[in-house]
């Protein structure tokens, strides 16, 4: 089988156009997305982040019962990944030529989770779990809208998506665990 295309580069005008262009960092002529709306939904990212690992960490500190010490520790396993995930949104942002969001005020209307304490270790469990699922559809819709205009947000979010994907899937088994009757 031969292949009758070849593929040419023309090496000279991405050495010019990188030189006009320095001042846009890593977005070149080659970007197809909007980068308003992008750099948009990426501080709605981080915003959902910091929500998360707030909401973690108080579950992490006030967790209380026979189960609460192996939960706790997965309370704070995922507030340092969702840390993780926040830091790679912010620098994605800073990629961008735009500026990561940390203002508290009005978090939490740029989150879509929400900040929900929990009365008791399964309440904190089921809202952990909602806000999980919460972050997976919002990821998804983002992914689908970036699609290949932005390839590397794309696998940045894709790789969030996978590890929000796990911590649904732990907070439903611990919630199976704490109370069968009321299991996702």
């Known amino acids: 089988m031969s292949n009758d295309q070849t593929?040419?580069?023309?090496?000279?005008?991405?050495?010019?156009?990188?030189?006009?262009?320095?001042?846009?960092?890593?977005v070149t002529n080659s970007y197809r997305g909007d980068l308003e709306t992008v750099?948009?939904?990426?501080?709605?990212?981080?915003a959902t982040e910091?929500?998360?690992?707030?909401?973690?960490?108080?579950?992490?500190y006030m967790a209380e019962g026979i189960h609460a010490e192996s939960v706790a520790q997965e309370f704070?396993?995922?507030?340092?990944e969702e840390q993780a995930h926040a830091d790679s949104i912010a620098a994605r942002i800073t990629q961008l030529g735009g500026e990561p969001n940390f203002n508290p005020e009005g978090l939490h209307t740029r989150s879509h989770a929400q900040y929900v304490e929990?009365?008791?270790?399964?309440?904190?469990?089921?809202?952990?779990?909602?806000?999980?699922?919460?972050?997976?559809?919002?990821?998804?819709?983002?992914?689908?809208?970036?699609?290949?205009?932005?390839?590397?947000?794309?696998?940045?979010?894709?790789?969030?998506?996978a590890q929000e994907e796990e911590h649904a899937d732990d907070m439903a088994s611990i919630l199976a665990t704490l109370d069968p009757t009321k299991s996702a």
């Open 76 to 80: 704070l396993e995922h507030a340092n």
């Open 7 to 26: 593929f040419v580069m023309d090496i000279k005008a991405i050495r010019e156009r990188a030189r006009q262009h320095m001042d846009k960092g890593a």
């Open 118 to 161: 929990g009365d008791t270790l399964v309440d904190m469990v089921k809202e952990d779990l909602i806000a999980e699922r919460i972050a997976i559809e919002s990821y998804a819709e983002m992914i689908r809208y970036i699609g290949d205009k932005d390839s590397t947000t794309r696998r940045m979010l894709e790789t969030i998506l």
């Open 39 to 46: 750099i948009k939904l990426l501080n709605e990212a981080l």
């Open 50 to 60: 910091i929500v998360c690992i707030l909401r973690y960490k108080r579950h992490f």
